[in-house]
């Protein structure tokens, strides 16, 4: 057999297990406010709604904890994890430093090497996320939203950096359900995606760092006042 015939039986996207479908599930849930901060996570009914054994939903929530969106309370069991403000500026800064990096060593790159195959993918990457934006299925919009950060990190040559913006990607598509299409915004969440990935591919590295921190900034700004009011209704409902 040739090595053109045999590279026919590759498997690009292998089928998911039951386990992954019902994580994906999960996080999409968690991620889009179906389920709330603090709302505790029973296994039957979770097994019953997502036709699943007690196996895979311990086994998930196990998955999920380790994302960070999910918390073991003492003699309550499995919550969704709560964000605090302080949380969300720790992630808005390691995300600063992370993407800025990388988006100004994207550029580098692209103004040194040429980008052909970089524009091809980052403009790709765009297109999908773009027309996320009117997606109506929950986890659309955060998926692509990773898959750009991916062309930019990947591309970059950043893939330490890379494994640790995964670890935090829960958390970090939870802020982004705050805030990408939030009103308050100094500038639309889609506007600053569009600038990051003009700079890259101008081949300006300091306008492309300079692109990320106005994006993470403005989300940062947003998700402040979001997680105060939060905390304020929260500390109203228990004083009542």
């Not at 939903?57 to 069991?77: D, Q, S």
Request: negative net charge; charged residues 25%.
């Amino acid at each position: 057999m040739k090595n053109s015939d045999l590279a026919q039986l590759k498997i690009e996207q292998p089928p998911a297990t039951l386990r992954e479908i019902v994580q994906e599930r999960m996080r999409d849930a968690i991620i889009s406010g179906l389920f709330e901060p603090g709302e505790r996570l029973v296994e039957r009914p979770l097994c019953d709604q997502l036709g699943v054994s007690r196996t895979v939903i311990r086994e998930t929530i196990r998955y999920l904890e380790a994302e960070g969106l999910v918390e073991i309370m003492a003699n309550r069991g499995p919550i969704v994890a709560r964000l605090s403000r302080d949380d969300a500026r720790q992630i808005y800064e390691i995300r600063r430093m992370l993407e800025g990096a990388a988006a100004m060593a994207c550029a580098e790159k692209c103004a040194i090497e040429g980008g052909a195959e970089l524009e091809r993918d980052l403009s790709a990457a765009l297109a999908r996320l773009e027309g996320a934006f009117d997606e109506t299925r929950a986890g659309a919009l955060f998926k692509a939203s990773t898959g750009f950060y991916q062309v930019i990190f990947e591309a970059a040559g950043h893939h330490i950096a890379w494994e640790v913006v995964n670890r935090l990607n829960g958390r970090i598509s939870r802020l982004r359900a705050m805030t990408l299409a939030a009103q308050q915004r100094q500038q639309p969440g889609l506007s600053h995606m569009q600038a990051i990935c003009a700079a890259i591919l101008a081949g300006e590295p300091a306008l492309a760092r300079a692109a990320v921190e106005a994006h993470i900034a403005d989300a940062a700004a947003v998700a402040e006042r979001l997680l105060l009011d939060a905390e304020n209704k929260e500390a109203a409902l228990e004083g009542s």
